[in-house]
């Protein structure tokens, strides 16, 4: 049975930094693309980045703010974000092929 289960979610303050985790089982991690994407209140769910055998794509409004990786031998996909603005309030998704993982809550505020 396939799970993706993301953490490291949290309340920080414009400019903070937070690292975001995405556990992954059920299927051979090291072979596939992954991705994050979010989605804000009433807003459509949006990429943010992923990572695949020929590197790392990035939405324009994170590049060089954000940093994708993924760590093989523990079947985890990370999210490393810098700078972070209001605008990035979102749920962060981790995603596999079409299965989803159940979220992770980033609010940025002062």
């Known amino acids: 049975q396939v799970q993706l289960v993301e953490s490291g979610g949290g309340l920080v303050r414009p400019g903070e930094s937070l690292r975001l985790s995405c556990v992954a089982s059920g299927f051979t991690f090291w072979r596939y693309e992954m991705s994050w994407y979010r989605q804000a209140p009433g807003k459509e769910r949006e990429l943010v980045a992923l990572i695949n055998g020929h590197g790392e794509t990035y939405a324009d409004s994170v590049k060089g703010r954000f940093t994708i990786s993924r760590d093989n031998a523990k079947n985890t996909l990370y999210l490393q974000m810098r700078f972070l603005k209001p605008e990035d309030t979102a749920i962060y998704y981790c995603?596999?092929?079409?299965?989803w993982g159940q979220g992770t809550q980033v609010t940025v505020s002062s």
């Open positions: 995603r596999w092929t079409n299965t």
